[in-house]
């Protein structure tokens, strides 16, 4: 299935997974564009569907002296001017109902972090917007509880949801992936999306600091795709060691063609 209502979503083939990539976050003004220039190259000559991804600004994070952002308004402004560029959609995170509003004049798909998927006047506002939402389902909830989550956003006559998997809490410092969870919450007749980098964080390091497993991101996204994923979310990054957020388990760039190659043969062999 493929998400509704998003401008610039080019699909030819019917059958081929969505990608949502980009950076962590934006951390300047030139990375993000010549980044989502390199993934929509890749995608075109794939006839992979692609959504540009990156936060206009972090606001979950574990020390206070953490990156954060260049600017609500900057970053915005760089996020949507990479979409008209490139002709592609793009998608960001808000936290709170005011930034619903905020990123809706910038951005195609608003995302709700699995954090405050339960946040109801958050989804609400997102979904008032009319913009396609995608809501990550939350490290402590079940995949049958995702529903109400999208009857939240159905409730204000939106019916452009999509739900992401990205891990459940394993302890206190790893994430694990129940395949389940995709064909479980299809159920809702919506995309459902695999978040391959994020489901390898190891979360609440003493350091204060995001850990991560990036060696088996091309597992967790190949399990994904013959899991029947209908969308893959990766982040990427030129110099994943030097990334401002989430460096420990983001794709280096130019690994994401090889691993797409395979994750289109699986596809085809399904």
């Known amino acids: 299935m493929f998400p509704s209502n998003i401008p610039h979503l080019t699909v030819r083939d019917p059958n081929m997974f969505f990608l949502i990539a980009g950076p962590c976050v ?3 003004d030139i990375m993000p564009l010549e980044v989502a220039t390199h993934i ?3 995608c075109d000559r794939l006839n992979i569907p692609f959504i540009f991804k990156s936060s206009y600004k972090k606001a979950n994070r574990s020390r206070g002296d953490s990156f954060t952002g260049i600017g609500n308004e900057r970053a915005m402004s760089i996020i949507s001017e990479v979409g008209k560029k490139l002709g592609i959609p793009t998608l960001t995170d808000v936290h709170s109902e005011e930034e619903a509003g905020f ?3 910038y951005v195609d798909v608003l995302q709700i972090p699995a954090f405050l998927c339960r946040q109801t006047a958050l989804l609400i506002a997102a979904g008032r917007t009319g913009k396609t939402v995608n809501i990550k389902k939350g490290q402590f909830s079940s995949p049958e509880s995702m529903k109400y989550a999208v009857q939240k956003i159905l409730s204000t006559g939106n019916v452009n949801v999509m739900l992401t998997e990205r891990g459940t809490t394993f302890g206190y410092q790893d994430l694990i992936v129940d395949m389940r969870s ?12 695999l978040d391959v980098t994020h489901s390898l964080q190891q979360p609440n390091q003493p350091e204060g600091v995001t850990g991560g497993k990036p060696e088996l991101i091309e597992i967790m996204a ?3 795709i013959a899991a029947g994923a209908d969308g893959i979310f990766i982040e990427t990054h030129p110099d994943p060691g030097k990334a401002k957020s989430d460096g420990a388990n983001m794709l280096r760039l130019e690994l994401l063609e090889d691993l797409l190659v395979k994750l289109v043969r699986i596809r085809k062999a399904l």
Do not use: C, D, L
């Open 26 to 28: 934006v951390e300047n």
């Open 40 to 42: 929509r190259q890749v």
């Open 103 to 105: 990123a809706a004049a």
């Open 182 to 193: 995709i064909p479980e919450m299809q159920k809702f007749n919506v995309p459902v999306i």
């Open 222 to 224: 190949k399990t994904g």
